[in-house]
């Protein structure tokens, strides 16, 4: 197995990057990003621990749902899930993050990296309440790098593609899958409790 161990060899597989996708790297958000944001059902966060062990965790709700609080700051609220809070542990531990946002239907998407802290702050949370119910916290990330990414993976993967759409009965329910992970419990209740949850523990 041939191991590359440093940027240079790197460099002479691929050469330099394009002096265009250097420049496209901006220090805020301006008229473009904020416009994608604003469109944005999700984003994928990653983050890491004060070890360096990385994570990745999705976040999603209706498009808007990340406010643009000015030219560097967004408020990322964070709805109910399953109380690891492996995010919001990370951001305490190291700050920085990096976010990637898609639009359905449009190829490009846009990456956002910077610095995380955590708010519980009523007045930055509020706007952010769904049915009268307001997120216990919020991330608050200040953007250091913006910049958009061109479409060739989402091009690649056909990700948008209708047709390509897989169907529930295609895969395990997840009810099914982690009961037997872990080798213990009712399937046929952990199915339905999964499914309570979809309905009920949204907000």
Known sequence: ?????????????????MERAV??????????SRAFIALSPFLVIASTDAQGR????????APGFVRVLDDETLLIPDRLGNNRVDTIA??????????????????ETLRVNGKARVTTDPALLEPSAVGGKMPRSGLVVTAEEVY???????IRSDLWNPEK????????ALGRIITEQIGQGD?????????????????
């Open 90 to 107: 990370n951001v305490l531990a190291a700050p920085g993050v990096g976010l990637i946002f898609f639009v359905p239907g449009l190829r």
């Open 165 to 172: 759409m897989r169907k529930h009965s295609d895969f395990p």
């Open 148 to 154: 958009f990414h061109c479409g060739k993976a989402l």
């Open 54 to 61: 990385l994570d990745a965790s999705p976040k999603g709700d």
């Open 187 to 203: 399937t046929a209740a952990a199915e339905r409790a999964t499914e309570e949850s979809y309905r009920t523990r949204l907000y």
């Open 23 to 32: 420049k496209k790297q901006l220090p805020r958000l301006e008229k473009h």
């Open 1 to 17: 197995m041939d191991i590359i161990e440093n940027i240079a060899e790197i460099r002479g597989l691929y050469g330099e990057p």
